[in-house]
């Protein structure tokens, strides 16, 4: 394949990734060009920097379109996800810098989506070990080069050079760890949401960091490489722990309440479409159906229910292939 072929495969790969087909015909992350990293304090020496965008990398946005959250403690800064290139990593340094003198001893990729680990980059000294899953790491080293081709053309450059920083420490399966005596417990959702996720649980704090498996104002996301039955799992296994805060990879921080009605939602919409399809039913009126009995109930709880839940019961439809 030669080289236009493959920014082309990896073009349409990208926006598969992100499941954001139905997102371009909407305002939402159109509007957005504010490039402040503002730290908001969540719970005792927990903090967030939640992007204003959401959806796809624009000029505006120079990349920026998803969350990050970090935990100070006595030893050093933990930080989950690192956006999509180095200068938002570098963006993300300064402002941690502006609440602790600590510096970033420990990185959390959630998954391989470029959103979430190219900025990588700016906390690539030898001493700050970067954590993911083996299966997440898999998927970075196919998707990451051309992704970061993606990010830079459709910002006109203004996401600027990245490099692509790979995590050094791999997680297999469940585990619990502590950092500079904060306990940290990592859950896998089973390739949920993309090939080897994991989210974060601080069970003293009762705080999951959920990356792309939890969300917020938004629809769950679900993409063409993850396990819809597993995402619904996790939520349900989350839920049961009962946080307290719940941080997303997208949106604003939100309860266990969304949680429930996220799983509930996608368990509907799952098993409508199950049956559909057993039934060789149009994905058209599947979603004319899931329309009429999950739009009253949703169409105020979700941004862009209507276009979301099109493109919900389509990625469905394929999964079932
Ligand atoms: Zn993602």
């Known amino acids: 394949m030669n080289n236009k072929e493959r920014i082309k495969k990896s073009i349409v790969k990208t926006i598969l990734t992100f499941g954001l087909i139905g997102l371009i015909t909407t305002h939402v992350w159109a509007t957005n060009s504010n490039f402040d990293f503002v730290v908001t304090p969540i719970a005792e020496n927990v903090y967030s920097i939640v992007s204003p965008s959401f959806g796809l990398p624009t000029p505006e946005n120079k990349g920026w379109n998803s969350n990050s959250h970090f935990v100070v403690t006595e030893k050093g800064v933990l930080l989950f996800d690192t956006g999509s290139s180095e200068l938002i990593g570098n963006k993300i340094k300064s402002a941690i810098k502006s609440v602790t003198d600590q510096p970033v001893r420990w990185v959390i990729n959630s998954h391989s989506h470029a959103d979430h680990w190219l900025g990588n980059a700016a906390f690539s000294k030898s001493d700050v070990e970067i954590i993911a899953s083996s299966q997440a790491l898999g998927t970075m080293k196919e998707d990451g080069q051309g992704s970061m081709e993606f990010y830079s053309r459709v910002t006109k450059g203004e996401i600027g050079s990245t490099q692509l920083v790979y995590p050094t420490l791999l997680l297999t399966h ?148």
């Open 174 to 321: 469940k585990q619990k760890r502590n950092f500079g005596g904060v306990d940290v417990e990592f859950i896998f959702s089973n390739d949920g949401h993309s090939p080897g996720d994991i989210l974060m649980w601080l069970p003293k704090q009762k705080i999951i960091f959920g990356g792309d498996v939890l969300s917020s104002d938004w629809m769950p996301i679900i993409t063409h490489h993850g396990n819809v039955p597993n995402l619904i799992n996790t939520l349900y296994a989350v839920a049961k722990l009962n946080p307290t805060i719940v941080l997303t990879g997208h949106g604003k921080a939100t309860t266990v309440k969304s949680v429930i009605r996220d799983a509930d939602l996608l368990s509907s919409v799952w098993k409508q479409v199950k049956a559909d399809y057993e039934n060789d039913k149009n994905p058209n009126a599947t979603l004319l159906d899931v329309r009429a009995k999950l739009g009253p109930k949703n169409r105020l709880l979700y941004k862009d229910f209507a276009t979301e839940i099109e493109r919900q019961v389509k990625q469905m439809y394929k999964l079932q292939q």
